[in-house]
């Protein structure tokens, strides 16, 4: 029973994302970053996604070697416990219902939103440094969201195959909604054949992924026009801002890394 509500509710969330339709501003908005990009010359274009396929790895790499990770990963088995005591590493917890593995994937989603709200609001209010690596720390947190909850369903985050598709996820989860059906198709094609997803020689990210550090550009722009609007010292805009801005991209990747991972635990169970 558990296992069909899901089922509806991926549904109900897929043709929401399946339904979106971009305005005008956003079509010429794509068209726009699309043509500045294809101006670059090959070889520089090739060297972009490689160093940001290269700073992905390693930044997920470093994730998994952090004690916060590691705590984080024997908090989620602990409460595993307490449903079923055999449990005795992540891959046990796939015995557990999709409700009490969704439970666990909700606690690490709820945490981490709260701290991407948490350091959007500080980059609003602090200085230069503060801004110039809250892209990194944003995209790190929300790598950290997609581990924690591919965790919760019972995946091994230290299995090279699933650091590939982890960072799938990442990517899709980030993308502008008019761009997320496309991706979620595939990654639900991409269930059945991840042996394979090794050995392809693909990049991680693509043009789509441009957007990402210019909606940056723009929410930094938008911080530094209002920092000097204070109120009682605090320039509560650009808090605003920041805070919102990584607020709602960490929703957006959230969301989407729980529904995939509830789409694919469930899929594995009748196969």
Partial sequence: MGEERVLKEIERWEREVSSYVSNDFEKVYELWVQDQ??????????????????????????????????????????????????????????????????????????????????????????????????????????????????????????????????????HAGALPKRLQYEAWEELKGDIEQYDRLMSQEKQLTNTSWIEQPLRNVFKTIAILMFRKKLFQGVPLISVGIGATVNYKTAKNVSDFAKRFYQYRAIQERHH
């Fill in 37 to 170: 990009f294809n101006k670059l010359p090959k070889p520089v274009q090739r060297k972009f996604f490689e160093s940001i396929d290269q700073w992905l790895l390693y930044t997920y790499t470093f994730l998994q070697g952090t004690n916060a990770q590691t705590e984080a990963y024997n908090r989620i088995l602990q409460v595993g416990r307490t449903y079923d005591e055999d449990i005795q590493q992540i891959e046990d917890l796939r015995k557990l219902s999709i409700e009490k593995l969704t439970y666990l994937s909700d606690q690490q989603v709820a945490r981490n939103r709260v701290y991407s709200f948490v350091q959007g609001g500080a980059t609003g209010a602090g200085g230069w440094l503060l801004l110039g690596v809250d892209l990194p720390m944003m995209i790190g947190l929300n790598l950290r969201t997609v581990q924690l909850v591919g965790t919760s369903y019972g995946y091994n985050m230290h299995n090279p195959i699933e650091m590939v598709v982890a960072l799938k996820v990442l």
